[in-house]
Protein backbone atom coordinates (compact mmCIF):
# COMPACT_ATOMS: atom_id res chain seq x y z
CA UNK A 1 0.00 0.00 0.00
CA UNK A 2 3.04 2.47 1.01
CA UNK A 3 4.96 1.75 -2.34
CA UNK A 4 1.60 2.32 -4.46
CA UNK A 5 0.90 5.62 -2.23
CA UNK A 6 4.38 6.79 -3.03
CA UNK A 7 4.19 5.83 -6.65
CA UNK A 8 0.97 7.51 -6.85
CA UNK A 9 2.73 10.66 -5.19
CA UNK A 10 5.26 10.74 -7.54
CA UNK A 11 3.25 10.22 -10.79
CA UNK A 12 0.85 13.19 -9.25
CA UNK A 13 4.36 15.41 -8.95
CA UNK A 14 5.73 14.58 -12.63
CA UNK A 15 2.02 15.58 -13.80
CA UNK A 16 1.76 19.01 -11.64
CA UNK A 17 5.37 19.66 -12.43
CA UNK A 18 4.06 19.48 -16.50
CA UNK A 19 1.36 21.27 -15.89
CA UNK A 20 3.55 24.36 -14.01
CA UNK A 21 6.21 24.62 -16.72
CA UNK A 22 3.09 24.56 -19.30
CA UNK A 23 1.60 27.36 -17.06
CA UNK A 24 4.43 29.22 -17.06
CA UNK A 25 5.71 29.08 -20.82
CA UNK A 26 1.77 30.01 -21.52
CA UNK A 27 1.97 33.16 -19.29
CA UNK A 28 5.77 34.61 -20.27
CA UNK A 29 4.88 33.78 -23.77
CA UNK A 30 0.94 35.70 -23.69
CA UNK A 31 3.14 38.44 -21.83
CA UNK A 32 6.10 38.96 -24.54
CA UNK A 33 3.59 39.06 -27.52
CA UNK A 34 1.01 41.60 -25.83
CA UNK A 35 4.05 43.54 -24.34
CA UNK A 36 5.71 43.68 -28.19
CA UNK A 37 1.98 44.77 -29.36
CA UNK A 38 1.96 47.65 -26.46
CA UNK A 39 5.63 48.78 -27.46
CA UNK A 40 5.06 48.79 -31.33
CA UNK A 41 1.37 49.96 -31.87
CA UNK A 42 0.95 53.48 -32.56
CA UNK A 43 -2.42 53.31 -30.29
CA UNK A 44 -0.60 52.54 -27.21
CA UNK A 45 3.22 53.19 -26.51
CA UNK A 46 3.83 53.77 -30.11
CA UNK A 47 7.27 52.83 -30.76
CA UNK A 48 6.61 51.81 -34.36
CA UNK A 49 10.33 50.28 -34.33
CA UNK A 50 10.48 46.77 -35.30
CA UNK A 51 13.94 46.61 -36.09
CA UNK A 52 15.43 48.52 -33.28
CA UNK A 53 12.87 46.64 -30.86
CA UNK A 54 14.22 43.39 -32.10
CA UNK A 55 18.31 44.33 -31.84
CA UNK A 56 17.56 44.98 -28.05
CA UNK A 57 15.84 41.87 -27.41
CA UNK A 58 18.91 40.05 -29.11
CA UNK A 59 21.82 42.63 -27.56
CA UNK A 60 19.95 41.25 -24.73
CA UNK A 61 19.66 37.90 -25.17
CA UNK A 62 23.19 37.19 -26.44
CA UNK A 63 24.88 39.08 -22.74
CA UNK A 64 22.78 36.90 -20.75
CA UNK A 65 23.35 33.88 -22.80
CA UNK A 66 27.79 34.49 -22.53
CA UNK A 67 26.69 35.14 -18.45
CA UNK A 68 24.98 31.97 -18.25
CA UNK A 69 27.00 29.68 -20.77
CA UNK A 70 30.69 31.24 -19.81
CA UNK A 71 30.70 32.68 -16.58
CA UNK A 72 27.59 30.70 -14.41
CA UNK A 73 28.25 27.34 -16.51
CA UNK A 74 24.72 26.81 -16.83
CA UNK A 75 24.88 25.25 -19.73
CA UNK A 76 28.02 23.77 -21.53
CA UNK A 77 28.54 25.17 -24.94
CA UNK A 78 28.91 23.09 -27.81
CA UNK A 79 31.82 22.06 -29.32
CA UNK A 80 31.67 23.97 -33.25
CA UNK A 81 34.16 24.77 -35.41
CA UNK A 82 33.99 28.05 -37.37
CA UNK A 83 33.55 26.25 -41.08
CA UNK A 84 30.14 24.38 -39.43
CA UNK A 85 29.37 27.89 -37.99
CA UNK A 86 29.30 30.24 -41.14
CA UNK A 87 28.18 27.40 -43.24
CA UNK A 88 25.13 26.20 -40.41
CA UNK A 89 24.58 28.92 -37.91
CA UNK A 90 24.54 32.11 -39.83
CA UNK A 91 21.79 30.85 -42.43
CA UNK A 92 20.01 30.10 -39.62
CA UNK A 93 20.90 33.29 -37.90
CA UNK A 94 19.59 35.47 -41.45
CA UNK A 95 16.33 33.35 -41.60
CA UNK A 96 15.78 34.05 -37.85
CA UNK A 97 15.94 38.06 -38.03
CA UNK A 98 13.97 38.31 -40.91
CA UNK A 99 11.38 36.23 -38.91
CA UNK A 100 11.40 38.17 -36.15
CA UNK A 101 11.53 41.43 -38.07
CA UNK A 102 8.68 40.80 -40.08
CA UNK A 103 6.60 39.36 -36.98
CA UNK A 104 7.65 42.47 -34.55
CA UNK A 105 6.99 44.63 -37.96
CA UNK A 106 2.60 42.80 -38.01
CA UNK A 107 1.75 44.23 -34.43
CA UNK A 108 1.95 47.83 -36.28
CA UNK A 109 -0.92 46.93 -38.51
CA UNK A 110 -2.89 43.97 -37.09
CA UNK A 111 -4.62 43.11 -33.99
CA UNK A 112 -3.33 40.51 -31.73
CA UNK A 113 -6.22 38.21 -32.33
CA UNK A 114 -5.57 38.36 -36.46
CA UNK A 115 -1.91 37.56 -35.91
CA UNK A 116 -2.38 34.17 -33.77
CA UNK A 117 -4.97 33.18 -36.53
CA UNK A 118 -2.50 33.56 -39.04
CA UNK A 119 0.16 31.78 -37.37
CA UNK A 120 -1.95 28.73 -37.80
CA UNK A 121 -0.30 28.50 -41.19
CA UNK A 122 2.47 27.17 -39.68
CA UNK A 123 2.57 23.43 -40.04
CA UNK A 124 1.32 24.17 -43.52
CA UNK A 125 4.45 25.98 -44.26
CA UNK A 126 7.00 23.80 -42.54
CA UNK A 127 5.52 20.59 -44.16
CA UNK A 128 5.31 22.56 -47.69
CA UNK A 129 9.29 23.63 -47.22
CA UNK A 130 9.82 20.06 -46.03
CA UNK A 131 8.52 18.25 -49.01
CA UNK A 132 10.15 21.14 -51.29
CA UNK A 133 13.37 20.40 -49.86
CA UNK A 134 13.18 16.34 -49.30
CA UNK A 135 13.01 16.15 -45.65
CA UNK A 136 9.41 15.19 -45.62
CA UNK A 137 6.97 12.81 -47.86
CA UNK A 138 4.85 14.22 -49.95
CA UNK A 139 0.88 12.12 -48.39
CA UNK A 140 -1.77 12.83 -49.54
CA UNK A 141 -4.06 12.79 -46.24
CA UNK A 142 -1.47 15.37 -44.96
CA UNK A 143 -1.89 17.72 -47.70
CA UNK A 144 -5.86 17.56 -47.59
CA UNK A 145 -5.72 18.40 -43.96
CA UNK A 146 -2.85 21.18 -44.91
CA UNK A 147 -5.17 22.62 -47.41
CA UNK A 148 -8.00 22.21 -44.55
CA UNK A 149 -6.31 24.87 -42.04
CA UNK A 150 -5.62 27.02 -45.12
CA UNK A 151 -8.64 27.53 -45.82
CA UNK A 152 -9.66 28.07 -42.10
CA UNK A 153 -7.45 31.03 -41.73
CA UNK A 154 -8.52 32.19 -45.27
CA UNK A 155 -12.17 32.13 -43.87
CA UNK A 156 -11.01 34.29 -40.63
CA UNK A 157 -9.06 36.56 -42.76
CA UNK A 158 -12.39 37.18 -44.82
CA UNK A 159 -14.16 37.97 -41.30
CA UNK A 160 -11.12 39.99 -40.23
CA UNK A 161 -12.63 43.89 -39.53
CA UNK A 162 -9.49 45.43 -39.32
CA UNK A 163 -7.61 43.47 -42.41
CA UNK A 164 -4.59 45.36 -43.60
CA UNK A 165 -3.31 44.02 -47.02
CA UNK A 166 0.80 44.89 -45.86
CA UNK A 167 0.79 43.53 -42.43
CA UNK A 168 -0.59 40.50 -44.00
CA UNK A 169 2.09 40.20 -46.41
CA UNK A 170 4.68 40.66 -43.11
CA UNK A 171 2.77 37.93 -41.34
CA UNK A 172 3.03 35.50 -43.85
CA UNK A 173 6.67 36.31 -44.76
CA UNK A 174 7.32 35.66 -40.30
CA UNK A 175 5.65 32.47 -41.01
CA UNK A 176 7.63 31.67 -44.30
CA UNK A 177 10.81 32.31 -42.78
CA UNK A 178 10.24 30.85 -39.52
CA UNK A 179 9.05 27.91 -41.29
CA UNK A 180 12.09 28.29 -43.65
CA UNK A 181 14.55 27.81 -40.58
CA UNK A 182 12.76 25.06 -38.22
CA UNK A 183 13.60 22.83 -41.59
CA UNK A 184 16.82 24.27 -42.20
CA UNK A 185 17.73 23.86 -38.32
CA UNK A 186 17.00 19.84 -38.84
CA UNK A 187 19.12 20.42 -42.47
CA UNK A 188 22.24 22.02 -41.08
CA UNK A 189 22.31 21.11 -37.35
CA UNK A 190 20.69 18.17 -36.57
CA UNK A 191 21.66 15.80 -39.22
CA UNK A 192 25.58 16.97 -38.48
CA UNK A 193 24.24 15.54 -34.61
CA UNK A 194 24.49 19.10 -33.63
CA UNK A 195 21.72 19.79 -30.74
CA UNK A 196 20.93 23.49 -29.52
CA UNK A 197 18.86 24.07 -26.49
CA UNK A 198 17.38 27.75 -26.39
CA UNK A 199 19.93 29.08 -24.76
CA UNK A 200 22.91 27.72 -26.41
CA UNK A 201 20.91 28.68 -29.38
CA UNK A 202 20.86 32.38 -28.26
CA UNK A 203 24.47 32.04 -27.41
CA UNK A 204 25.47 31.16 -31.01
CA UNK A 205 22.41 32.47 -33.03
CA UNK A 206 21.35 36.42 -31.31
CA UNK A 207 25.24 38.18 -32.47
CA UNK A 208 24.57 36.66 -35.82
CA UNK A 209 21.26 37.73 -35.72
CA UNK A 210 22.10 41.38 -34.47
CA UNK A 211 24.57 41.83 -37.37
CA UNK A 212 21.74 40.76 -39.61
CA UNK A 213 19.63 43.68 -38.24
CA UNK A 214 22.42 45.85 -38.18
CA UNK A 215 22.08 46.69 -41.97
CA UNK A 216 18.25 47.43 -42.29
CA UNK A 217 18.18 49.39 -39.41
CA UNK A 218 20.79 51.64 -39.88
CA UNK A 219 18.95 52.36 -43.41
CA UNK A 220 15.32 52.48 -42.65
CA UNK A 221 15.08 53.02 -38.67
CA UNK A 222 18.40 54.70 -37.65
CA UNK A 223 17.51 57.90 -40.06
CA UNK A 224 13.87 58.12 -38.28
CA UNK A 225 14.91 57.22 -34.71
CA UNK A 226 18.01 60.35 -35.28
CA UNK A 227 15.59 63.13 -36.50
CA UNK A 228 13.44 61.75 -33.20
CA UNK A 229 15.29 63.99 -30.76
CA UNK A 230 12.50 63.87 -28.07
CA UNK A 231 12.81 60.00 -27.58
CA UNK A 232 14.89 58.83 -24.74
CA UNK A 233 15.54 55.20 -24.01
CA UNK A 234 13.14 53.65 -21.28
CA UNK A 235 15.07 51.38 -19.15
CA UNK A 236 11.78 50.00 -17.68
CA UNK A 237 10.00 49.19 -20.53
CA UNK A 238 12.36 48.07 -22.51
CA UNK A 239 14.34 46.04 -19.82
CA UNK A 240 11.26 44.30 -18.52
CA UNK A 241 10.49 43.64 -22.19
CA UNK A 242 13.80 41.74 -22.87
CA UNK A 243 13.53 40.02 -19.76
CA UNK A 244 10.50 38.59 -20.75
CA UNK A 245 11.57 37.67 -23.60
CA UNK A 246 14.96 36.07 -22.05
CA UNK A 247 12.67 34.38 -19.74
CA UNK A 248 10.20 32.55 -22.18
CA UNK A 249 13.21 31.32 -23.94
CA UNK A 250 14.47 29.96 -20.53
CA UNK A 251 10.91 28.40 -20.45
CA UNK A 252 11.47 26.21 -23.96
CA UNK A 253 13.98 25.18 -22.01
CA UNK A 254 12.40 23.79 -19.53
CA UNK A 255 9.37 22.78 -21.17
CA UNK A 256 10.89 20.72 -24.50
CA UNK A 257 13.23 19.22 -21.61
CA UNK A 258 11.00 17.97 -19.35
CA UNK A 259 8.15 17.30 -21.27
CA UNK A 260 8.41 17.24 -25.25
CA UNK A 261 8.47 19.54 -28.00
CA UNK A 262 4.59 18.37 -29.05
CA UNK A 263 3.64 19.23 -25.53
CA UNK A 264 4.51 22.58 -26.45
CA UNK A 265 2.86 22.55 -30.12
CA UNK A 266 -0.81 21.51 -27.45
CA UNK A 267 0.13 24.57 -25.06
CA UNK A 268 0.49 27.04 -27.89
CA UNK A 269 -2.83 26.27 -29.19
CA UNK A 270 -4.04 26.76 -25.77
CA UNK A 271 -2.25 30.36 -25.90
CA UNK A 272 -3.65 31.08 -29.07
CA UNK A 273 -7.24 31.03 -27.60
CA UNK A 274 -6.65 32.55 -24.15
CA UNK A 275 -4.60 35.68 -26.96
CA UNK A 276 -7.99 35.90 -29.28
CA UNK A 277 -9.99 36.28 -25.97
CA UNK A 278 -7.63 38.81 -24.29
CA UNK A 279 -7.60 40.67 -27.83
CA UNK A 280 -10.96 40.81 -28.22
CA UNK A 281 -12.40 41.49 -23.95
CA UNK A 282 -9.16 43.60 -22.72
CA UNK A 283 -7.77 45.43 -26.20
CA UNK A 284 -11.28 45.31 -27.82
CA UNK A 285 -10.23 44.44 -30.75
CA UNK A 286 -13.13 43.08 -33.11
CA UNK A 287 -13.51 39.49 -33.33
CA UNK A 288 -16.15 38.58 -35.90
CA UNK A 289 -18.34 34.70 -35.90
CA UNK A 290 -16.40 34.80 -39.52
CA UNK A 291 -13.05 34.99 -37.73
CA UNK A 292 -14.12 32.31 -34.95
CA UNK A 293 -15.72 29.80 -37.36
CA UNK A 294 -12.46 30.07 -40.08
CA UNK A 295 -9.98 29.96 -37.21
CA UNK A 296 -12.53 26.78 -34.82
CA UNK A 297 -11.22 25.08 -38.68
CA UNK A 298 -7.85 25.94 -38.80
CA UNK A 299 -7.65 24.90 -35.36
CA UNK A 300 -8.99 21.29 -35.76
CA UNK A 301 -6.61 20.68 -38.61
CA UNK A 302 -3.81 21.88 -36.30
CA UNK A 303 -4.99 19.69 -33.62
CA UNK A 304 -5.29 16.43 -35.90
CA UNK A 305 -1.85 17.36 -37.57
CA UNK A 306 -0.30 17.12 -33.64
CA UNK A 307 -2.57 14.34 -32.86
CA UNK A 308 -1.01 12.22 -36.72
CA UNK A 309 2.58 13.41 -34.93
CA UNK A 310 2.08 12.03 -32.23
CA UNK A 311 0.86 8.65 -33.54
CA UNK A 312 3.68 9.11 -35.49
CA UNK A 313 6.15 9.53 -32.75
CA UNK A 314 5.02 6.43 -30.72
CA UNK A 315 4.95 3.64 -33.52
CA UNK A 316 8.40 4.72 -33.86
CA UNK A 317 9.19 4.43 -30.08
CA UNK A 318 7.63 0.83 -30.70
CA UNK A 319 9.32 -0.01 -33.49
CA UNK A 320 12.60 1.06 -31.62
CA UNK A 321 12.00 -1.35 -28.58
CA UNK A 322 10.76 -3.92 -30.81
CA UNK A 323 14.03 -3.97 -32.47
CA UNK A 324 15.96 -3.63 -29.32
CA UNK A 325 13.86 -6.88 -27.70
CA UNK A 326 15.09 -8.67 -31.28
CA UNK A 327 18.65 -7.63 -30.99
CA UNK A 328 18.85 -8.85 -26.89
CA UNK A 329 17.21 -11.87 -27.57
CA UNK A 330 19.87 -12.49 -30.27
CA UNK A 331 22.57 -11.68 -28.34
CA UNK A 332 21.06 -13.88 -25.39
CA UNK A 333 20.58 -16.93 -27.76
CA UNK A 334 24.23 -16.48 -29.47
CA UNK A 335 25.49 -16.92 -25.25
CA UNK A 336 23.52 -19.68 -24.51
CA UNK A 337 24.58 -21.77 -27.91
CA UNK A 338 28.42 -20.48 -26.78
CA UNK A 339 27.78 -22.09 -23.63
CA UNK A 340 26.19 -25.10 -25.17
CA UNK A 341 29.28 -25.90 -27.55
CA UNK A 342 31.99 -24.83 -24.56
CA UNK A 343 30.22 -27.73 -22.93
CA UNK A 344 30.13 -30.00 -25.18
CA UNK A 345 34.03 -29.17 -26.08
CA UNK A 346 34.81 -30.25 -22.40
CA UNK A 347 32.56 -33.36 -22.71
CA UNK A 348 34.51 -34.52 -25.16
CA UNK A 349 37.72 -33.76 -23.82
Request: proline share 2%; aromatic share 12%; net charge positive.
Given at each position: MGKGGSLSDSVMKKILLSYTYVAIWIF??????????YILDKKMYNWPFPISLTM???????S??????KVFKFVEPVSMSRDVYL??????????????????????????????????????AVYSIGVMLKKESFKSNTMANMI????????????E????????????????????????IQILLTSKGITLNPITSLYYVAPCCLAFLTIPWIFVEYPVLKETSSFHFDFVIFGTNSLCAFALNLAVFLLVGKTSALTMNVAGVVKDWLLIAFSWSVIKDTVTPINLFGYGLAFLGVAYYNHAK??????????KKAQQADEEAGRLLEEREGEGNAKRTESED
Open positions: LSFTVIVYNKIHMSFCALAILLIKSVVPIGALYSLSLWLSNSAYIYLSVSFIQMLKALMPVSISVGVGIAAYGARFDTWGVILQLGAVAFEATRLVMLQALKAKEAQ
